[in-house]
């Protein structure tokens, strides 16, 4: 019997249907294609409810702003596979976009201020971390 191929981190996004915020801003800001890219990536995903938590007028202004909201994406990614039990022992990592999320587990498993609502999604090219608000750089 031939094992099931995995979806990419994109194709897995879009399957859900609880990422379509995020997935429309990815097209906009271009980086779908990196997404579906050999990676790995491990990425925490704001779903449609954490965008919702955001003024309406950010999101619109963010999708009109291609720089900071690539930046904003890319904070969400880091580069590599790191399932959850890989993330409970680590401190911080760094982002795509350059600087670093912070994770503490003394009450939830917090990314920044969000929490890890679901964990090791596996994907072909990497894992995904659903989380309940979306990460904003500094």
Not at 15 to 24: A, M, P
Not at 58 to 75: F, S, W
Not at 105 to 129: L, P, Q, R, Y
Request: one cysteine or more; proline letters at 3%; hydrophobic letters at 40%.
């Amino acid at each position: 019997m031939e094992a099931k191929k995995l979806k990419n981190v994109l194709d897995k996004a879009i399957e859900s249907g609880q990422f379509t915020v995020l997935v429309d801003a990815l097209r906009e800001a271009g980086l779908d294609d990196i997404l579906s890219s050999d990676g790995p990536f491990t990425i925490f995903a704001p779903t449609d409810e954490a965008f919702s938590k955001l003024p309406k007028k950010a999101i619109e202004n963010l999708l009109h702003d291609k720089e900071r909201l690539t930046e904003i994406l890319t904070y969400h990614v880091i580069y590599d596979t790191f399932k959850y039990k890989d993330v409970v022992k680590m401190k911080n990592a760094k982002t795509v976009q350059g600087t670093r999320i912070i994770f503490d587990i003394s009450n939830k498993t917090k990314v920044n201020k969000a929490t890890i609502i679901k964990s090791d999604i596996e994907c072909e090219n990497g894992v995904i971390h659903i989380i309940d608000e979306v990460l904003i750089p500094i």
